[in-house]
């Protein structure tokens, strides 16, 4: 399956910049569509651009390893419609048409190539309607269409699955008329309307755009499922501000490695004071979030960066309690310390082992009544050093002795008693 991307746009709300090559959280707003798409199917990109941008999109194209065809459109100021008609020798019978200034989620992307037709959204959540392309729908097909409409049934999202046989009217107008717009096309051609409501798209068309849609993006990155009750209600209230900040700045595996040094910091500030150390190992587990956020917001996600992070965090946990334990624990309470920290590595080993055996989530299936998870662990360790002018530390060894091992063991229980 092919794909046509109208990119001869001149971007003039945009100061002329080559809009499909913007950075949207950390990706290229055309790298992400393509790439989504061809991870769905789609083998090969017609990419419709002008004298200016074809060199740049040539290029990024080529670096990027997109199977790809470049038409030159000498004449943009003829309209979007005109750009699209000259795609026509270049697809199959059924093809797709998308414009290379939109941004859509992976699951509507997935969704929409099941479908045919001008793809509509009667549940537009993230653009504004009055600037959007509004389109009025009768008999599942397309009556009129434009931002001039008072009267519509849904919005256009500027992805569509087509036929070849549209291009037969798509020429009578372009004979007809000096100027033609898409719209023009889709209205005379009465196009079949199919709906996908409530998913994640935008059409980047200003600077604040930008910014709204890296918001959004950031924030659809969090991860749903396997958090803890502290990462959900404080750590997640806070790291996706840090990433959005960050994302067009730094790669996911800076943002691990400023995790892991400020846990080191942590680690090495418990022999000066108690309290100011357990501060900042909360922050680390804070910023422990930021690498897969941007590593998901910016389509750069890889087992490499999921595994480092994960043995980088049991090495600040190990020598944060360890620390703890040399600073504040005296003779037979090291044994309590020694619990404690096995119980901690126990609970990351048991559920990715779960993952390594059965292929999914360990909370996928299972919701464990005990807490321990990390960011439960490392606030409570941060409350006990706060609390430790009045509480010994040796009370944070014996609870954390007991929960994490308490939680191991109900993990295991539950998987005996169901099987999985």
Known sequence: MKAVV???????????????????????????????????????????????????????????????????????ERGSGYSFYLSKDFVNERFVLIMGDHIFEEDFIRNALKLDGLICDCDSKFVNVEEATKVLVKNGRVTDIGKHLNNFTCIDTGFFILTKDIFTIAEKLIKEKKVVE????????????????????????????????????????????EDGFISRHLNRKISPLISEKLIDRIDPIHATIMSFLVGILSSLVVFFSIPLSGIIYQISSILDGVDGEIARAAMKTSKTGGWLDSTLDR???????????????VNYEWILALFAIFGSFMISYTTERYRAEFKESFYKRHRPVVFGKRDERIFLIMLFCLLSPWVDIFYLFVVIAIVTNLRVVESILRVILLKR
């Open 6 to 76: 109208l990119c001869s746009g001149l971007a003039t709300r945009m100061g002329g910049t080559i809009k499909p090559l913007i950075k949207v959280a950390g990706r290229e707003i055309i790298y992400r569509t393509l790439k989504i798409l061809q991870d769905n199917g789609v083998d090969e990109f017609i990419i419709i651009a002008n004298k200016i941008n074809k060199n740049a999109l040539t290029k990024f194209l080529e670096e990027n390893g997109f199977k790809f065809k470049i038409v030159v459109n000498e004449q943009p």
């Open 182 to 225: 898409l719209s023009e096309i889709i209205k005379e051609a009465k196009v079949n309307v199919n709906t996908l409501n409530g998913y994640f798209w935008m059409d980047i068309d200003t600077p604040e755009d930008v910014k709204r849609a890296k918001k959004i993006i950031v924030r659809k990155s969090v991860k749903k499922g």
């Open 315 to 329: 090495y600040v946990d190990f020598l944060f309690l360890t620390c703890l334990a040399v600073n504040s624990l």
